[in-house]
Each structure stands twice: as structure tokens, then as C-alpha cells.
């Protein structure tokens, strides 16, 4: 009403009748214990408390207004620091070489990346985004698919020398199998999903304890080729039972708890990620058994 400089001028600004308007600061007034205007039949007048009231509901108002800018600017802004879970072996190898990259573009941020191949809480743990290997098709995350992930059988030539190359599944039973933290490999095949009892003599909490096991000779593991690409290529690694693999529906995705409102830092590195990757990753390239997979 001040900067309107009327009861009518600012009744028309707000839509409402001057009777309503002067009922409010009648309200407002009683409420304060002041009076805040000078009433005359000409003109209004603030009083010395109105003046001070109205003084500081500006400033208010100018915070609120500059403070909501700030907000919007942060979340315009690749800026700030940026939670991110990962799996062990997937991060060292597919993450962290291309962080330097993305920190360099984008010098006002602070990467905070966890390895770990537990599955974080990542709103009760501050996470902005996880990267998980699995089948979310039932995830309560929102979740954006960033590459394929595909799981085979394999085996070093030198151990296959010694104990012979498995024709059929049933032939497994006989052979040292290589596994972390399950007791079981869950397979698809061309009659559908099958399950392995895994009896491994070998017992870790390390995925990449087994496959340096595999590599050395000790076994038949289930390895994705993000983690044994050039080993498969190289010749270094063979796959055994090429018609059963792991199940199709596992892929890598990034993972983050909504849409709204997300943060431009936490796009920024999905798509980072999505470009580097894309719908054939590096360590799928000049692998022959992947070809129309």
C-alpha cells in the first residue's frame, strides 16, 4: 500500500476492495499494539513505527527474494560437493580415471566418491547418486540405465589344460567355482533362467581377489566384462559354456532418489558418465561373442 500510495491503488494491485485492505492493517495494528498509519480523508500517512515496520518488511523481503536467487543459481550451477557411491572394482576401473576430466570442467565442484560394494541408503547416507549393478526394475529410485552388463563364464586356458573344458552345466559340478559373497550364480541360458550351486574353495569378501584367482589358474568364475574385457580379448581368459551367461536383465544404472528438483551437479555427472560409456562401453569393443548381443 505504500508504494501504491493508496488503499484504492493497492486494492487494485492485490485484487482486493479497500474495505479489505483497510480491515487487514486494522488487524495488523491490533495485533502489533501501534498504530501504523495516519488516516485523513486526503491521504495516509505512516506513522514513525509504521515507518520503522515497513523499513524492515522490505529488507525481509529483499533476503527472501535474494535468498531464493542463490538457491536457484546453486541449482543451476555445476558447483558444491557431490556425494556418489559406487561398487569397488566397477569404480576404480570405469570411474576414477575419468574424473580429472570432469573436475577440470567443472572447477567449482568437490567430488566425494565411496567405493563400496554394499547397497547404501542414499538418502539416510547423504548420498546425491549411487552407481549399482543390478536389476532395478522394481527400484523405488528413479534410475537411468547408463550401459549393459554382461556376465559370463570363463576360465584361464592353463586351468581348462588341467581339468578339461565343461560341455553342459551339469558338467560344473566337477570344476573349482570361483565366487565372493554368494552361494549360488543365478544364469540365463536358452531355456531360461538356471541356478548354480557355488561350493568355492576359496572364500572372500573380495571381487577382485577371485578374479586375480581366475586369472592365475585356480578356476571357472562368472566375471562381467567390465572387469575381465582385456583378459577375454588377450586370450588371457576363455569363455566356457558360451550359451549360459549372467542374467540379462542386470545393467549398470545410475541411481538417485527423484526427479524433481535434481540438482544440475548430479545430471552434470550422469551424463558424463552416459557419454563415456554409451550403448557399447569400451570394454565390450572387439569382443566377437558380444556381436548382436
Known amino acids: 500500500m505504500v508504494a501504491a500510495g493508496s488503499m484504492s491503488g493497492a486494492g487494485r494491485e492485490l485484487g482486493f476492495s479497500p474495505a479489505v485492505i483497510s480491515k487487514r492493517i486494522r488487524r495488523l495494528e491490533e495485533r502489533l499494539g501501534t498504530r501504523l498509519l495516519h488516516r485523513?480523508?486526503?491521504?495516509?500517512?505512516?506513522?514513525?513505527?509504521?515507518?520503522?515496520?515497513?523499513?524492515?518488511?522490505?529488507?525481509?523481503?529483499?533476503?527472501?527474494?535474494?535468498a531464493e536467487a542463490w538457491v536457484s543459481r546453486r541449482s543451476s550451477a555445476v558447483r558444491g560437493v557431490l556425494r556418489v557411491s559406487a561398487p569397488t572394482s566397477f569404480g576404480r576401473l570405469h570411474i576414477a580415471p575419468h574424473l580429472t576430466a570432469f573436475l577440470d570442467a567443472h572447477p567449482e565442484l568437490t567430488v566425494d566418491l565411496v567405493l563400496s560394494d554394499a547397497?547404501?541408503?542414499?538418502?539416510?547416507?547423504?548420498?546425491?547418486?549411487?552407481?549399482?549393478?543390478?536389476?532395478?526394475?522394481?527400484?523405488?529410485?528413479?534410475?537411468?540405465?547408463?550401459?549393459p552388463n554382461h556376465r559370463v563364464l570363463c576360465a584361464a586356458p592353463q586351468y581348462l589344460?588341467?581339468?578339461?573344458?565343461p560341455?553342459?552345466?551339469?558338467?560344473?559340478?566337477?570344476?573349482?567355482?570361483?565366487?565372493?559373497?554368494?552361494?549360488?550364480?543365478r544364469l540365463d541360458g536358452p531355456d531360461g533362467p538356471v541356478t548354480v550351486r557355488v561350493e568355492s574353495p576359496l572364500k572372500t569378501n573380495s571381487s577382485e581377489v577371485v578374479r586375480e584367482s581366475v586369472i592365475s589358474g585356480a578356476g571357472i568364475a562368472l566375471r562381467s566384462t567390465w572387469d575381465v574385457g582385456p583378459e577375454l580379448r588377450?586370450?588371457?581368459?576363455?569363455?566356457?559354456?558360451?550359451?549360459?551367461?549372467?542374467?540379462?536383465?542386470?545393467?549398470?544404472?545410475?541411481?538417485?532418489?527423484?526427479?524433481?528438483?535434481?540438482?544440475?551437479?548430479?545430471?552434470?555427472?550422469?551424463?558424463?558418465?552416459?557419454?563415456?560409456?554409451?550403448?557399447?562401453?569400451?570394454?565390450?569393443?572387439?569382443?566377437?561373442?558380444?556381436a548382436g548381443a
Open 40 to 66: 485523513t480523508t486526503r491521504q495516509i500517512a505512516l506513522t514513525e513505527a509504521g515507518q520503522g515496520f515497513h523499513e524492515r518488511v522490505v529488507a525481509i523481503l529483499a533476503s527472501v527474494e535474494e
Open 161 to 165: 589344460a588341467a581339468h578339461g573344458v
Open 119 to 147: 547397497f547404501v541408503d542414499i538418502v539416510g547416507e547423504g548420498f546425491d547418486l549411487a552407481v549399482r549393478i543390478a536389476d532395478l526394475q522394481d527400484s523405488s529410485l528413479v534410475a537411468r540405465r547408463l550401459a
Open 167 to 185: 560341455e553342459r552345466l551339469a558338467d560344473l559340478s566337477r570344476h573349482r567355482l570361483l565366487a565372493h559373497n554368494t552361494d549360488q550364480w
Open 234 to 290: 588377450d586370450g588371457r581368459l576363455v569363455r566356457v559354456l558360451p550359451g549360459l551367461g549372467g542374467a540379462r536383465k542386470v545393467a549398470i544404472h545410475a541411481v538417485y532418489p527423484s526427479r524433481r528438483h535434481l540438482a544440475q551437479k548430479v545430471r552434470a555427472f550422469i551424463d558424463h558418465l552416459a557419454d563415456l560409456y554409451g550403448p557399447t562401453p569400451p570394454w565390450d569393443e572387439g569382443l566377437a561373442f558380444l
